[in-house]
């Protein structure tokens, strides 16, 4: 007899078990190793990226293992919201998908077809808190592979086909000021599980490229997160500077990136060199450094 199989829970379920805040980091060094060292920090959540980062297919896949090992949540971001990139990436056995760029209801709605199955949301019932009255556009379009795939280990989890919405965290990006704007219209999404605030993006978007401090931008990423409380959905934010992480805690975030593998790598080894190494002339200048 096959072992039985129950999959772990989205991040969205343990943000609402957990009683406080979800600390994560980033991981875009693309390697499984790195992956497993993160994953054992203590921290809550990974994100495993492939929009600025060189993984693929398998590189995921072989970083999903790596911390499968690990009381931690993987979020996997693909490059892009296509509905076929996002059928390979559940597939692979991603439960807590992060898309970015999502800028209107329109995408995400289009993102929830995305990750469910046909018949999975029936045309015809209610209209949703957007005003939109769900037809045939919006049943679900996931293609069917489940026997063949490792998100329902090989139909080793009973009931997956009727059941995969419920072990899927889909969170949208906010990193424009497009988004912000709209941001009650997609947070009233059925089948958007959370939202998570860009400031890099979201800072270049109002004309004020690599300052994403910048107190016009806080302002923005704010009125995201006060708009996720009133709708009652989990809120993240990406925070690379410790005085912008706290500041979104105390507003009340639910779940928030920290740092990175390759940020962390860069400043701990230039540390190594500035300490180590005399610097004079032109090499005490060195790069400008700013958050992600």
């Known amino acids: 007899m096959p072992i039985r199989m129950n999959l772990p829970e989205t991040l969205t379920a343990r943000i609402a078990a957990a009683g406080r805040p979800q600390i994560g980091m980033w991981v875009c060094s693309a390697s499984p190793l790195v992956a497993e060292v993160a994953a054992g920090s203590g921290l809550d959540w990974v994100l495993i990226d492939a929009e600025h980062s060189p993984n693929d297919l398998q590189t995921i896949l072989h970083q999903l293992y790596a911390v499968s090992a690990y009381p931690v949540a993987p979020v996997v971001r693909p490059p892009i919201g296509d509905p076929v990139v996002i059928k390979q990436y559940l597939d692979l056995g991603v439960q807590n998908l992060l898309v970015p760029m999502v800028d209107t209801a329109e995408q995400a709605r289009t993102l929830v077809r995305a990750v469910r199955y046909p018949g999975t949301a029936a045309h015809g019932s209610a209209p949703d808190a957007t005003g939109h009255r769900p037809g045939p556009s919006d049943v679900g379009v996931r293609g069917v592979g489940a026997s063949l795939a490792r998100s329902s280990r090989w139909n080793r989890v009973e009931g997956y086909l009727t059941a995969a919405s419920s072990t899927v965290s889909l969170i949208v990006q906010i990193e424009s000021a497009t988004a912000v704007a709209n941001v009650d219209e997609i947070l009233a999404v059925d089948g958007v599980d959370a939202i998570f605030v860009g400031p890099a993006d979201l800072a270049g978007s ?87």
């Open 206 to 292: 109002m004309g004020l490229l690599g300052q994403p401090s910048h107190p016009d931008v806080v302002e923005a990423a704010l009125t995201a997160i006060r708009a996720a409380q009133a709708a009652g959905k989990p809120v993240g934010v990406n925070a690379f500077v410790p005085a912008d992480a706290d500041r979104y805690l105390e507003a009340g975030a639910s779940f928030v990136a920290v740092g990175a593998d390759v940020a962390i790598l860069a400043r701990a080894s230039e540390a190594l060199a500035e300490r180590y190494i005399e610097r004079t002339g032109q090499d005490a200048t060195g790069p400008a450094r700013t958050s992600y």
